[in-house]
């Protein structure tokens, strides 16, 4: 191991301040993008050629497998070159693939682009927590950690609400245009701080084989998942080429982790029974819930015909009680058994998204107020108790790494539960549509009393039959899009029912009170794996 000889006092004043506010602005710059994006697909989509929005949803999608595979490459880099230098050239280039976003005029262009920044993104979000509490006192990483949880909870709440207003007002470019200028800032100021300073240079083997692996394995399941709906699934050749290729990749890649030392996802950990349990309820929680947020963000406005800016503040609720709930279960966590925590929150995300499917009227969504706090409620205690139980009976730097590893595989199965989402909407939604048709016969139907009102009071406006007979199946595509959304919600209702009984196949987590270092450790884990 090879150090570099700078002096090694912490930060102190001005300094410490400023230092707290680059790398907590450097969190938000990274996690607002996840978010605020969503609010903006729509107009993305039209920017770009006119593609399908579905076409725009990859650039989410594909932005957050890449994010997800940046967490190897950050300790990989760190180990060679240090956390300073590693996050000062992840923002620079950061800011270089914003500018590519902005100023791509095709839908492949900026699919790629979003996966170099997600990937930029990715090494960023590991380095900037570990380099800010670092600078701590002992006494005061507690304190440190609470700060970083604000970081990551704030650009998640209000993404969706600021993206959506920036769509409306600026345009969808300038999302990617206050980025460089972000971006160059941090690295700038990153830089100047970190001048001088001792960091240790460890020449650690990389896992090369395991990473272009696993970026094979994602980047392929994600891409059939994708392509699947607008290509016609594995009647397309390049699918099924794909398909081939992952079901190649699978096996090669266990075996190849396996022998690994330092792999880049560590499958061993696999044998602990808690980590295991722990980490499929988060991924299908998280599956369930990203998916639900980014496909609703959207189906308002392509729907209901809300714009960008008032899709996104229908979230805001969440902010509300989201927020206290995240520092309440920090401390109940300490107190009880998470796997009632983890059972009753699973068990409040089944009934809310049950709630929440049973809005079959365009007008009901103004009642959506409330569903939403409530649902902010149970997101504000989802991570925490699932995070507890996950790294349970582990310790020391094998902690750190599930974290890691849960980071990876949590944020790969939220991108999949966006598309998962989609399809399913995609599905039921020529269902509905013939449902409602055959229910009306296929034409105006004068038996069906609110249908014959809504006909008779377009004939007293002046409307002719040919336009009435379009204004009807313009009706029922829209009421078959609603139905086709509750049925994203039930399903998901469902699956948090069987996440409510999944936790309890993982042993309890009542453990004697943990050592300070060893509370540092287990809750700065905890902090890396609740990223949003």
Known sequence: MTTWDYPESRFLGWHFILLNLVLGLAHIVVLFNAGSYVALEPHAAGG????????????????????????????????????????????????????????????????????????????????????????????????????????????????????????????????????????????????????????????????????????????????????????????????????????????????????????????RLFAHRNFSVGLLCLGLGFLSIQGLLSLFVVQLQLLLGYSSELAGLVFLPMILLGMPMIALMHEIAKRLDVRWLACLNSLGFAATFYWIGLFDDPHSFDQIFWPMVLEGVFLGSFFTPLTVLTLHGLSGEQMLRAAETANILRIAAGAMGITWQGIVIFRRLPFHQLQLSDHFGGRISASYDALSQFTAKLESLGFDHAMIQRKVQLTIKQAAGILALNDTFLLSSYLCLWVAALVWFAQSSRVPRLKQAEAVRERQAEELMEQP
């Not at 990551?152 to 460089?180: C, E, K, Q, S, V």
Request: hydrophobic share 55%.
């Open 48 to 267: 770009l050629g006119g593609v399908q929005v579905s076409f725009g949803r990859w650039a989410q999608t594909n932005f957050m497998i890449a994010l997800a595979l940046g967490f190897p490459l950050a300790r990989w880099l760190s180990d060679r070159y240090g956390e300073p230098r590693v996050l000062s050239g992840a923002f620079i280039a950061y800011a270089v693939a914003s500018v590519f976003c902005a100023t791509a005029d095709g839908i492949e262009g900026f699919v790629s682009a979003r996966v170099l920044l997600g990937l930029a993104g990715g090494i960023t979000l590991p380095l900037s927590q570990f380099l800010l509490i670092k600078e701590y006192p002992d006494h005061l990483k507690s304190l440190g950690l609470a700060i970083w949880g604000l970081f990551t909870l704030m650009p998640f709440t209000l993404g969706l609400a600021t993206g959506g207003w920036l769509g409306d007002h600026w345009g969808w470019r300038t999302l990617f245009y206050l980025n460089i200028f972000l971006a160059i800032l941090i690295a700038a100021l990153a830089a100047a701080l970190f001048h001088g300073r001792r960091h240790d240079i460890r020449h650690e083997p990389v896992d090369l084989v395991g990473f272009v692996l696993l970026f094979v394995i994602f980047g392929g399941i994600q891409t059939i998942l994708n392509g699947g709906n607008d290509f016609d699934w594995f009647d397309d050749p390049l699918l099924r080429a794909v398909l081939v290729v992952v079901i190649m990749a699978v096996p090669v890649w266990i075996v190849w982790e396996l022998g690994e030392h330092r792999p880049a996802i560590d499958l």
